[in-house]
């Protein structure tokens, strides 16, 4: 399974676009990655996965570039409600298990 | 998105005794799902694999006699804290695996807040 890194915390202000980039140096060929979000006490919720290039949807954008050791979530005009743990998780399709790294600690401020 | 809930949502017991944490997949049928346990201000752990009609797969150091899993049904696994001590207490939260045509994605249930006194 990949190791992914992230930043430990970012802050930044609402109505801002804000991008959090995770790496992971030794992704293997079968592997997606996946972006979820946790607020307190609750359990992760799904954001977004591919595999290669730009993926969008409501919510965000996954921006993977070709060599894919690295992706970059992107969350448009961000609000106080966006303040929460952003975790990116690298798996093979159809893995047994996902392990999840430590995350980022995103904190917008009014 | 694939909907997973979790009953009960917190629970408070005395040490000794057991509780069991019930994860069910609303809307799919899952033969996966997945147990972690989460610490105040820490990652996700992973405790176990429970895969429907057999037995779980337990994460090193995690000890299968005192978390046990069962997942009868392809929408229900259950984890009980058997003879639960107040270093149980944590936060557990359980997730199913959904696989549709490319995607293999893991949906989480709202979590269970275990106090043990």
């Known amino acids: 399974l990949a190791k992914t890194t992230q930043p430990i915390s970012m802050d930044s202000y609402e109505g801002q676009e804000v991008n959090i980039t995770c790496s992971h140096n030794?992704?293997?060929?079968?592997?997606?990655i996946t972006w979820y979000q946790q607020f307190p006490s609750q359990g992760p919720r799904f954001i977004i996965q591919?595999?290669?290039t730009k993926v969008t949807n409501e919510v965000a954008s996954l921006f993977i570039p070709a060599d894919r050791k690295s992706s970059t979530l992107s969350l448009p005009r961000v609000s106080l409600s966006d303040t929460a743990v952003y975790y990116c998780l690298v798996g093979g399709f159809r893995d047994d298990k996902i392990i999840f790294g430590k995350g980022t600690r995103l904190h917008i401020l009014p | 998105g694939a909907v997973v809930s979790q009953h009960p949502s917190r629970v408070i017991c005395k040490s000794g005794t057991s509780v069991k944490i019930e994860c069910r997949s609303l809307d799919f049928q899952a033969t996966t799902m997945f147990w972690y346990r989460q610490f105040p201000k820490k990652s996700l752990m992973l405790m176990a694999t429970?895969?429907?009609?057999?037995?779980?797969?337990?994460e090193q150091g995690v000890e299968k006699d005192k978390f046990l899993i069962n997942h009868a049904s392809l929408t229900l696994s259950t984890l009980t804290v058997t003879s639960a001590h107040p270093e149980d207490s944590s936060f557990y939260i359980c997730?199913?695996?959904?696989?549709?045509?490319?995607?293999?994605?893991?949906?989480f249930g709202p979590g269970t807040r275990l106090t043990v006194l």
């Open positions: 591919g595999y290669k």
């Open positions: 030794n992704i293997a060929t079968n592997d997606y």
């Open positions: 429970s895969n429907e009609g057999s037995k779980a797969t337990y």
């Open positions: 997730s199913a695996r959904v696989l549709a045509g490319d995607s293999d994605t893991q949906y």
